[in-house]
C-alpha cells in the first residue's frame, strides 16, 4: 500500500520560507513521476513542480526562481523548497506520483496514481 504524507506547512511571514516534505511509504517503482500540487477553496488545482526518476525539472511560471523541487531517494521523500513567499502562495499543497508516467513533466495532475492529504501553507500578517 503505497502512501504519501505531506508535512512542513504552516504560517509563515510574506518573504520567508518554509520546506515541504513528503514521505512515501510502500514505494517500489523505479519509473515514475512526482510532483507538488496546490490548490485554494473555490480555484482550480495548480501545478507547481514535478521531477521524474530521471531527475527531469519543471516548474510553473509562478515560482520559477522561487521554489525548488527535489527527490531523496535514499529515504523515498519528496521536498519543496519555497523561498520568498507572496501573499498569493497561501493554499494547500499536495504531493502525488504516477507510476510508469510516459512524460517527464506531470504537473498537469492527470494520471496520479497516488496523492497525499495535503499541507496547509498561510501567510501570516
Known amino acids: 500500500q503505497v502512501q504519501l504524507v505531506e508535512s512542513g506547512g504552516g504560517a509563515v511571514q510574506a518573504g520567508g520560507s518554509l520546506r515541504l516534505s513528503c514521505a512515501a511509504s510502500?514505494?517500489?517503482?523505479?519509473?515514475?513521476?512526482m510532483a507538488w500540487f496546490r490548490r485554494v477553496p473555490g480555484k482550480e488545482r495548480e501545478g507547481v513542480a514535478s521531477?521524474?526518476?530521471?531527475?527531469?525539472?519543471s516548474y510553473a511560471d509562478f515560482v520559477k526562481g522561487r521554489f525548488i523541487i527535489s527527490k531523496d531517494n535514499a529515504h523515498d521523500t519528496l521536498y519543496l523548497q519555497m523561498n520568498s513567499l507572496k501573499p498569493e502562495d497561501p493554499a494547500m499543497y499536495y504531493c502525488a506520483s504516477e507510476i510508469f508516467a510516459p512524460y517527464s513533466d506531470c504537473r498537469h495532475g492527470w494520471g496520479m496514481d497516488y496523492w497525499g492529504k495535503g499541507t496547509l501553507v498561510t501567510i501570516s500578517s
Open positions: 521531477i521524474d526518476s530521471d531527475g527531469n525539472i
Open positions: 510502500g514505494y517500489r517503482y523505479s519509473r515514475h513521476c
